[in-house]
């Protein structure tokens, strides 16, 4: 395969890889665990070495922005490391990363340092007995001093809070996360929530469209449709008089699909070429075995599974896609 041809039989080329460094989290977010979680063994998972090993594939093929994704990728030792080795490769036009932020207060600084450009931190409550509610195990005063360490760090225009919307238990908060965002000059997200797991909800029920969440900002904020786009799925709006956008990922009212340029490797080195769909090809062996060559024809097999659409259904009782989301990397 040349330089930037990873390309999937619908024609969409793949420039964004989302490279999971663990399965392990300090919480235990409702709709992305199970209460009880069993993790992987690490005899497992991909070592930094290997996960390095990956990056350094994909980047050869093309892909020019990486995410570092978990589980929480702040709990696995020595991210920094990674991070700053992945950031060498040329080619490598944007690294980033997602976390939950109970970690940022003591790695805001390191990983600036190592050469990430970007964070977009979880946060689904401002209040405290609701985000236990959805993190089980979430310590919100940690979350926020981490996000006010990554503003000083980065700068607000380079951190993002990142919200997943539960019907009935935190879609009525979301107004008061937007002003948390405008207040601190940042961005924020939206997510509709997808059926992975068996998290306990009934998705149908829980679920809260970012179309009645764009309502809900609208009775409150004037707002304005943009066409900045940061790579990934979110479309954009602009907050007059502001310098934050709130976004909306929206996997079912707004399927963007047809514009998808990600894959997903898991931290056991599982390639999903799409987050929807159980498809996928297992990297480690020809990783652990140094064969860059068989690790480019397993990436090359994998755009060729990449389905033109994923298969999200809100309405049966259980999730189709067995697997939780801390499994593939959110």
């Given at each position: 395969?040349?330089?930037?041809?990873?390309?999937?039989?619908?024609?969409?080329?793949?420039?964004?890889?989302?490279?999971?460094?663990?399965?392990?989290?300090?919480?235990?977010c409702?709709?992305?665990?199970?209460e009880?979680?069993e993790?992987?063994p690490?005899?497992?998972?991909?070592?930094?070495?290997?996960?390095?090993?990956?990056a350094?594939?994909f980047?050869?093929?093309?892909?020019?922005?990486?995410?570092?994704?978990?589980?929480?990728?702040?709990?696995?030792?020595?991210?920094?490391?990674?991070?700053?080795?992945?950031?060498?490769l040329?080619?490598?036009?944007?690294?980033?990363?997602?976390t939950?932020g109970?970690?940022?207060?003591?790695f805001?600084?390191p990983?600036?340092?190592?050469?990430?450009d970007?964070?977009?931190?979880?946060?689904?409550?401002?209040?405290?007995?609701?985000?236990?509610?959805?993190?089980?195990?979430?310590?919100?005063?940690?979350?926020?001093?981490?996000?006010d360490a990554?503003?000083?760090?980065?700068?607000?225009?380079?951190?993002?809070?990142?919200?997943?919307?539960?019907?009935?238990?935190?879609?009525?908060?979301?107004?008061?996360l937007?002003?948390?965002?405008?207040?601190?000059?940042?961005?924020i997200?939206?997510?509709?929530?997808?059926?992975?797991?068996?998290?306990?909800?009934?998705?149908?029920?829980s679920y809260?469209?970012?179309?009645?969440m764009l309502?809900?900002?609208?009775?409150?904020?004037?707002?304005?449709?943009?066409?900045e786009?940061?790579?990934?799925?979110?479309?954009?709006?602009?907050?007059?008089?502001?310098?934050?956008?709130?976004?909306?990922?929206?996997?079912?009212?707004?399927?963007?699909?047809?514009?998808?340029?990600?894959?997903?490797?898991?931290?056991?080195?599982?390639?999903f070429?799409?987050?929807?769909?159980?498809?996928?090809?297992?990297?480690?062996?020809?990783?652990?075995?140094?064969?860059?060559g068989?690790?480019?024809?397993?990436?090359?097999?994998?755009?060729?599974?990449?389905?033109?659409?994923?298969?999200?259904?809100?309405t049966?009782?259980?999730s189709?896609?067995?697997r939780?989301?801390?499994?593939?990397g959110?």
């Open positions: 395969m040349a330089v930037n041809d990873i390309q999937d039989t619908f024609g969409r080329k793949v420039k964004y890889l989302r490279l999971s460094v663990t399965d392990r989290c300090d919480f235990r409702t709709y992305c665990m199970s009880k979680m993790f992987l690490r005899s497992e998972i991909l070592s930094l070495e290997e996960c390095l090993q990956v350094k594939t980047v050869g093929l093309g892909v020019d922005k990486i995410r570092l994704t978990g589980g929480e990728p702040l709990t696995r030792k020595d991210l920094p490391w990674l991070a700053s080795r992945i950031r060498e040329a080619g490598l036009r944007e690294l980033t990363i997602t939950n109970s970690q940022l207060a003591k805001a600084q990983l600036v340092q190592a050469g990430i970007r964070v977009n931190i979880s946060l689904d409550s401002l209040e405290p007995d609701t985000f236990h509610r959805i993190t089980r195990t979430g310590n919100l005063p940690q979350v926020l001093a981490g996000i990554a503003i000083e760090a980065w700068g607000p225009r380079h951190v993002k809070l990142n919200t997943v919307l539960i019907r009935d238990i935190n879609h009525l908060q979301a107004n008061d937007v002003r948390f965002a405008l207040a601190r000059g940042i961005d997200s939206f997510i509709e929530q997808m059926p992975l797991g068996e998290t306990g909800y009934h998705h149908a029920d809260y469209s970012n179309t009645e309502e809900q900002v609208k009775q409150h904020f004037e707002v304005f449709p943009s066409v786009s940061t790579g990934g799925p979110a479309r954009y709006w602009r907050v007059s008089g502001h310098e934050s956008r709130i976004g909306f990922i929206s996997p079912h009212s707004h399927n963007f699909c047809a514009d998808c340029n990600r894959m997903r490797v898991t931290a056991r080195g599982e390639l070429p799409c987050l929807g769909n159980e498809g996928m090809v297992d990297l480690l062996p020809a990783v652990r075995a140094g064969d860059e068989r690790v480019r024809d397993l990436i090359a097999q994998a755009a060729g599974l990449k389905p033109k659409a994923h298969t999200f259904d809100l049966q009782p259980a189709s896609i067995v939780f989301m801390s499994r593939t959110g």
